[in-house]
């Protein structure tokens, strides 16, 4: 295996890490990523879907004592069906509108001027977001959401769907939008994507397995690896950040990015090409 491919493979696989649960798009990144990396195909599109498993295995073991409780109730505890149910109700919506609309969107939007173009908006919708009035927040934790707040929720997270949104942007700033707390919007949403992203890289496996061998294994392990543990530091750090902070700081991040990448773009200095 080319020492090289293995380098570009860890450097994507901690863009995705430290991207994946931040208000500032993973994929959006990750495209950006392979445009200055050179590490492009359909090979590398399965990889970059496939190492966000890696990603959900830092959030699982960031939240395994929750999620062992859960399971243990759900023969019981009212409180673990609920929970569960949410999450299920939640996740419906992608699943639907990534069968019909999946393969349209990867072939129309996912270049860096439609990326960077999401960036700067989902930074103005940040900022609109953290504006709200405190009386505004009706939900302070995971466990008072009703189904229907879980199917808004769900319903929010299809807007990931297009490339530079960010699938835990839509998820904790809509949530927030819908009166959840910050805190109970961003737990809600590391929940929502443990069925979300290991059902999305199961099925880019499967579907595209044509394209894969045994010989990508190292290729693949390496991104796995170094995502798991770049997104074990970042989930850990932003459970500590939004004890005592805002996402405006992001927000700023966002169109600051998007305007560069854009500016860039325009003037041919980079060559942002998908």
Request: net charge positive; aromatic share 12%.
């Amino acid at each position: 295996m080319d020492i090289l491919l293995l380098g570009k493979a860890a450097i994507m696989g901690v863009v995705e890490g430290l991207t994946e649960f931040l208000p500032i798009s993973s994929t959006g990144h990750l495209i950006l990523a392979a445009s200055l990396l050179d590490f492009r195909g359909e090979k590398a599109k399965v990889f970059d879907i496939a190492i966000q498993t890696g990603a959900i295995f830092a959030v699982i073991l960031v939240y395994w004592q929750r999620l062992r409780d859960t399971a243990a109730g759900l023969g019981s505890d009212p409180r673990a069906r609920r929970f569960t149910l949410n999450v299920l109700i939640a996740f419906v919506p992608a699943v639907l509108l990534g069968l019909l609309f999946g393969k349209a969107i990867k072939q129309y939007l996912f270049n860096p001027t439609v990326v960077a173009s999401a960036f700067i908006i989902g930074g103005l919708i940040i900022l609109w977001a953290e504006r709200r009035p405190a009386g505004a927040v009706r939900i302070q934790q995971v466990d008072d959401m009703t189904p229907w707040d879980a199917l808004k929720v769900g319903l929010v997270q299809c807007l990931a769907m297009v490339p530079g949104t960010s699938r835990s942007g839509a998820t904790i700033i809509g949530g927030m939008l819908l009166g959840l707390s910050r805190k109970a919007a961003t737990d809600f949403s590391f929940f929502l994507a443990i069925p979300t992203l290991i059902g999305a890289g199961a099925y880019s496996l499967l579907k595209e397995r044509a394209l894969l061998s045994w010989a990508d294994l190292p290729l693949f392990g390496v991104g796995l690896l170094f995502s798991f543990f770049s997104a074990w530091l970042c989930v850990r750090w932003l459970l500590r950040y939004i004890a005592t902070h805002d996402f405006v700081p992001f927000a700023w991040y966002r169109i600051v990015f998007g305007a560069l990448v854009l500016l860039t773009a325009w003037t041919g200095w980079v060559d942002w090409s998908a």
